[in-house]
């Protein structure tokens, strides 16, 4: 009796090992335009947009602008442009994918005085202060003092997030990208290429393919920061710019 009483809590405690496996529980991507009724997001859950209605490439990020409920248009914060960095009404867009981080309000209250600096300052808000490569630049004085930023729109998203220590990609190893694929993300790119200081200006002096951060890669990135905290993105190939991840044609 004593050799069967001691099988079953070993059986017990089999069953009950915590698994090495992830949880069903971790946080992920929830695709918005398939939801068939509304869910609650959290303010700053991150946003974003496909190329069209029965695309998996993801050719916009934002934020959340505060606590809504979704599908619908609903306010963000992103580098559109224009750059809107404060409650702004009247910029709305219909994201199509969320994904919703668990930040406490001191994480909360980090990101949106960051939001409210970035809107405090002293630039342009139009395509001047746009840019592709690097995804966020800070633009300088003579002195070397910084007068405002710069960003793209997967930019503007990463940059928040790295006020609280959430890095969501390794930017100094993401894909070359063809000119051919960023043309779906940047509109005006196929008229500025034989325009020489533009593309500088840009950040797309070189000749193509470029190390650009797109919009998809953040989606992937903070499903890992979701399994592994702490550990930022290494984008493995320019598939990652769909979500789900899949091959593209032609690179």
């Known amino acids: 009796m004593a050799g069967l009483t001691r099988r079953w809590r070993q059986l017990i405690d089999w069953l009950t090992k915590p698994s090495d496996a992830p949880s069903s529980n971790v946080r992920k991507t929830v695709l918005v335009r398939d939801l068939t009724e509304g869910r609650s997001f959290s303010a700053l859950s991150l946003l ?7 695309s998996t490439f993801v ?16 306010p963000v914060l992103h580098m559109g442009p224009p750059l809107v960095s404060a409650l702004n009404e009247d910029c709305v867009l219909p994201p199509d994918l969320a994904f919703s981080f668990a930040l406490d309000e001191p994480q909360k209250t980090k990101i949106e005085r960051w939001a409210a600096r970035i809107a405090e300052e002293k630039g ?15 633009e300088r004085s003579e002195r070397g003092r910084i007068k405002y930023h710069r960003f793209s729109c997967a930019g503007y998203a990463f940059e928040a997030f790295r006020q609280i220590d959430i ?6 190893q993401l894909p070359l990208a063809s000119q051919k694929l960023l043309n779906i993300v940047y509109d005006d790119l196929p008229s500025i290429m034989d325009r020489p200081k533009l593309r500088k200006y840009y ?23 979701a399994q592994n905290e702490g550990s930022a993105f290494k984008v493995p190939h320019v598939g990652y ?10 690179e």
Not at 242 to 249: K, L, Q, R, S, T
């Open 48 to 54: 974003g947009v496909f190329v069209g209605a029965h």
């Open 59 to 74: 050719e916009h990020a934002a934020l959340l602008a505060d606590d809504r409920d979704l599908p619908g248009s609903i």
């Open 124 to 138: 342009p808000l139009d395509k001047r202060r746009y840019i592709i490569d690097p995804a966020v630049k800070p």
């Open 167 to 172: 890095t969501l990609c390794d930017c100094g």
């Open 203 to 225: 950040g797309i002096g070189d000749d193509p393919p470029w190390p650009v951060l797109l919009p998809a890669y953040l989606f992937h990135g903070a499903e890992t920061h």
């Open 241 to 250: 710019a769909n979500y789900p991840a899949g091959m593209i044609a032609n």
